[in-house]
């Protein structure tokens, strides 16, 4: 089998595929299981009609069937458990808390924040009409899904290292708190959560299914609350000075200076 089938197999199904109950629908189950047993070699290249699933039915770029690349897929788990492992490495080693944030206020964005990982990282989801591909699986594209994530997460962690001791996972203020306004901080407010939302872009890239882009969606929402939040604190500790930072440097979105 070439390399270019994987991302055309027909879309009709040859016999004796049993969907379980309450795995999705069984029509998408029946397409994923398709594509597996053709990467195994265990469906021939015979294509049987299936009356249940007509292409027409389907959206633009339909659901892709077939095996994902693996090599592409490892990557990028290496990418974020290596990320999230510095992350809690970084975090045992901050200042004293002096002012933290309520229940209330840190379940605001939590629940967005969360939502959006399970949404791109979840084997199961409850919705089938999320894995429709949106994007062609081709090698380009998976290319470079690896390399935005890369980039966000190591902007991520570059912002992180500037940032010292004064990080914290909730909104806080700390002991001795300094505003930094150096290193990429210089150009946005919050590089981490600009960091992390761009490796968010590029592993949907690389997914290619619409649930990537109600995961991006979802986690923005999450951070711009998270950071208004931020802000407030800010604005009521170093008054004038994060004012005229404010003016100077972008919320998320990096605004440049040379």
């Known amino acids: 089998m070439s390399s270019s089938e994987c991302w055309t197999w027909p879309w009709h199904l040859c016999g004796n595929l049993t969907a379980p109950r309450g795995l999705l629908s069984k029509k998408f189950w029946l397409i994923l299981e398709y594509g597996r047993r053709r990467a195994q070699g265990l469906v021939t290249s015979e294509v049987c009609r299936n009356s249940a699933l007509q292409e027409s039915s389907l959206p633009p770029y339909g659901i892709a069937i077939g095996s994902e690349s693996d090599g592409w897929k490892a990557d990028l788990q290496l990418l974020w458990i290596g990320f999230g492992v510095l992350w809690l490495l970084r975090g045992l080693k901050t200042k004293p808390v002096q002012v933290g944030e309520s229940a209330a206020s840190r379940?605001?964005?939590?629940?967005?924040?969360?939502?959006?990982?399970?949404?791109?990282?979840?084997?199961?989801?409850?919705?089938?009409?999320?894995?429709?591909h949106i994007l062609p699986r081709t090698p380009s594209i998976e290319v470079l899904g690896v390399v935005v994530t890369a980039a966000g997460l190591a902007f991520a962690t570059w912002a992180r290292a500037y940032l010292g001791g004064n990080w914290s996972s909730s909104v806080t203020l700390k002991v001795g708190h300094q505003l930094v306004r150096t290193g990429p901080y210089r150009w946005v407010r919050h590089p981490i959560y600009s960091g992390i939302i761009l490796g968010m872009i590029g592993t949907a890239i690389e997914r290619g299914q619409l649930r990537g882009v109600v995961a991006v969606i979802v986690l923005w929402v999450g951070f711009t609350i998270k950071s208004r939040i931020e802000e407030r604190l800010m604005l009521a500790t170093f008054g004038a000075e994060y004012q005229d930072y404010s003016r100077s440097s972008g919320a998320l979105v990096p605004r440049l200076r040379f």
């Open 107 to 132: 379940i605001s964005y939590t629940v967005a924040t969360t939502a959006a990982f399970y949404a791109l990282f979840s084997g199961e989801l409850p919705f089938a009409w999320m894995h429709y």
